[in-house]
């Protein structure tokens, strides 16, 4: 079956430490998504992908870094200079970025600051 | 700026009843796409539905139907014959038009929809 696997489901973190959410799709997608969303609130773009090799930062990029070697894989991190990182992390992708086709989702990670 | 704005933070239905849940945009692009996911309280988006500024039929799919506005701009979504499983959150979004193939979307705050047996 094609899908989005986000993992891990749950994520705890200690201030000052550095954690990778991974974000895998077999969709042949081109382009990819992370977005933020915090307790009763809407989405918020953090970084998305075109194409391989490129990303580019969304609304709320600051704190966060992504990368994108390979076609099916864009890892997020969350880094200790993210001030806030307790929140609801999904991603997303799209066949590509041209065409007005839905975006397609993960099932997200929870991750929460100790 | 485009901002996508739901006003109805909670809503209740009876079930086999319809409802519908408010959505209006503000853009300055001429193209645009909005859509509507849903989201159970597992946490995952479901697409529902999807609405181009150009199409000139209102969007159906299934029990769903958006009620496009363009003059408006507001794109209500209606679920007909509620079921208990559609209790969920509701989203509306917006994607950039053409000055920007970035794909991305922006997301109003939602609505938190409850059907009750």
């Known amino acids: ?114 | 700026a485009q901002k996508i704005t739901q006003t109805q933070p909670g809503m209740f239905v009876q079930e086999k009843e319809a409802v519908t849940l408010d959505c209006t945009y503000d853009t300055s692009d001429q193209s645009y796409g909005l859509f509507w996911y849903k989201q159970p309280s597992s946490g995952e988006m479901i697409f529902l539905i999807y609405q181009g500024s150009y199409d000139e039929q209102n969007a159906t799919e299934g029990r769903y139907s958006l009620n496009f506005q363009k003059a408006r701009k507001s794109a209500n979504l209606v679920i007909s014959a509620s079921q208990l499983g559609d209790s969920a959150m509701y989203f509306c979004a917006m994607r950039e038009g053409y000055s920007s193939n970035t794909g991305k979307l922006i997301f109003g705050q939602g609505t938190t929809l409850q059907v009750k047996p």
């Open chain 1, 1 to 114: 079956d094609g899908g989005i696997t986000q993992s891990p489901k749950y994520l705890f973190r200690k201030e000052g430490q550095n954690v990778t959410l991974s974000c895998e799709q077999n969709l042949n997608h081109d382009a990819m998504y992370w977005y933020r969303q915090d307790p009763g609130q809407g989405l918020r773009l953090i970084y998305y992908s075109q194409i391989v090799n490129d990303f580019q930062k969304g609304d709320i990029a600051e704190g966060y870094s992504v990368s994108r070697e390979k076609k099916e894989s864009f890892p997020l991190t969350v880094t200790s200079a993210q001030k806030n990182p307790t929140a609801f992390y999904l991603c997303a992708s799209t066949e590509d970025s041209f065409r007005w086709n839905e975006q397609f989702f993960g099932p997200g990670t929870r991750l929460t600051v100790l």
